[in-house]
């Protein structure tokens, strides 16, 4: 593996070793000291075109516990912001000697032009592009299931509410959640779930309470990305909430056991209810926990292979 653009890198085994790194490194990660020397000597850049709270900094917790030299470039504070091309911001950062390049990009395909275009030869990792993937979150989503549920996906039915055509969260978690044998189902407003999502093995549904008839065992609610949407949101926010939210009466009708999983960051009372958020059976902080983890796996698997 040379780096890490999409879910479709990734065969089952692969993904499978991934989690079972992850695992482990989540194991280092509660001993006293923290710390590994793998990556000593090897410099990662996370380079950020987009906000972000947890990717960026679980990247830089992750690295650091690899003992890896951690640069943090924000687009908006850097030679980026005065018409620097990517190409030419990416070459700059190899010439600064970046073994490996984590991306956050507004535009969806913006890694896999640093991986394929032959500009650069530093490892590539996908930290959220456009509306297409974020992978190391489909991971970590995965890796924080297998620990409350237990290793094996397979016949695990996962229900995905909410703006799946602005979610790069939900494509990347349904390729992985297939990949390791779930069964996915997604459901939210026609205008927000386009039909051909069914082609990456995924039921749709147009009504969240029959989804949620069906006893899922993990419910996984979306951000509403406001800023990703063409027209004025705030007029159907009301109609959201009620056809939408994880509310106060559908929290009570989850099973027991079920797990409510959510990427971050939450809109509190659109998406979610405060209830749901802070539920026992919520992963939030857990799935949070987890980026480290798995990030860890990832740059380990990515920079220093098997050893
Ligand atoms: N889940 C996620 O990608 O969060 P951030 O935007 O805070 O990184």
Not at 94 to 101: G, V
Request: net charge neutral; aromatic share 4%; charged share 25%.
């Amino acid at each position: 593996m040379k780096h890490l653009v999409s879910i479709r890198d990734l065969d089952r085994h692969s993904a499978e070793e991934l989690l079972k790194l992850g695992q482990e490194m989540a194991q280092v990660n509660e001993r006293a000291i923290k710390k590994l020397p793998t990556l000593r000597g090897r410099t990662v850049v996370n380079l950020f075109y987009e906000n972000s709270t947890r990717t960026r900094i679980s990247f830089e917790i992750a690295a650091t516990r690899l003992s890896a030299d951690v640069i943090n470039v924000s687009a908006d504070s850097s030679s980026v912001a005065k018409g620097e091309s990517l190409r030419d911001t990416a070459q700059t950062l190899q010439a600064l000697d970046a073994d490996c390049i984590v991306i956050r990009h507004t535009e969806s395909g913006a890694p896999a032009q640093l991986a394929n275009m032959g500009w650069i030869s530093s490892a590539i990792i996908n930290a959220g592009d456009g509306t297409h993937e974020h992978p190391t979150q489909a991971l970590l989503d995965s890796l924080t299931i297998q620990q409350r549920r237990g290793v094996q996906l397979d016949g695990l039915k996962v229900l995905i509410v909410g703006d799946i055509l602005h979610s790069r969260v939900a494509r990347s978690n349904v390729l992985l959640l297939r990949l390791l044998g779930a069964d996915i189902t997604l459901a939210g407003p026609e205008t927000l779930l386009p039909k051909e999502f069914e082609k990456l093995g995924a039921s749709v549904s147009y009504n969240f309470d029959d989804s949620l008839g069906e006893q899922p065992d993990v419910v996984m609610m979306l951000r509403v990305q406001r800023e990703r949407m063409l027209e004025n949101f705030s007029n159907s926010e009301a109609n959201y909430t009620r056809d939408w939210s994880l509310s106060r009466t559908r929290l009570q009708n989850l099973s027991r056991d079920c797990l409510i999983m959510h990427p971050g960051p939450i809109n509190r009372g659109l998406e979610i209810c405060s209830e749901a958020a802070d539920d026992p059976r919520s992963t939030i902080l857990q799935q949070v926990k987890n980026g480290v983890a798995i990030r860890m796996a990832v740059l380990h698997r990515l920079l220093a292979g098997d050893s």
